[in-house]
């Protein structure tokens, strides 16, 4: 047992996307940033890990078969190592294109957010971001480092770069099943964002 898909791609890069492709194709359910927001226990958990509590991977990921974005992609390196097996999804854009939408919708939910224990503060911002989330030069230097490193230590034949726009076709070959009689998802837009948690979009 355990994942049977990692994705190591940051947030802002087709993750929800990917989330729901997975589970067309039956590698659901896909562990996201949303179902953490809709677990209390699960979001408790996540917290006390970013905080430095020793990792429950079984616990955390127990009935996921396969996990998306923050804050499971922070510790991509310790999960594709466990679930040994499991494939591996770098989900990606342009990193112009990726601050844009970044700056669009998470950087105005760490910039909003009041509550300091949040995992936006604690391991977005302060972490995965090193304290400086609306540095455009040197998030975006991260961005791409985090890109280089993956393909740089993931095996090519475990890992798949999946950019925006890819589709079904590369995503079915690396997993090995057909490909389905539906358009792939195309979910999450920045817009959706700020009309969900009622953001106003950058000037």
Known sequence: MGLKVVGTGWGRTGTDSMREALTILGFGPCHHMFEINATPDLRAAWRALAMGA?????????????CMDWPSVFYWRELIALYPTAKVILTARPVDSWWNSYAQTILLSINSNPDRESLVHTLLAAQEMQGRPDD????????????????????????????????????????????????????????????????????
């Open 54 to 66: 020793k990792p429950d991977w079984d616990m955390l990921f127990k009935g996921f078969n396969a």
């Open 136 to 203: 455009r030069d040197h998030v975006m230097a991260l961005y791409e480092a985090h890109v280089a490193d993956v393909m740089a230590e993931v095996p090519a034949e475990r890992l798949l770069v999946h950019n925006l726009g890819d589709g079904w076709g590369p995503l079915c070959a690396h997993l090995g099943v057909p490909v389905p009689d539906q358009p792939y998802p195309n979910r999450n837009q920045a817009g959706t964002i700020q009309a969900r948690f009622g953001f106003k979009p950058a000037s």
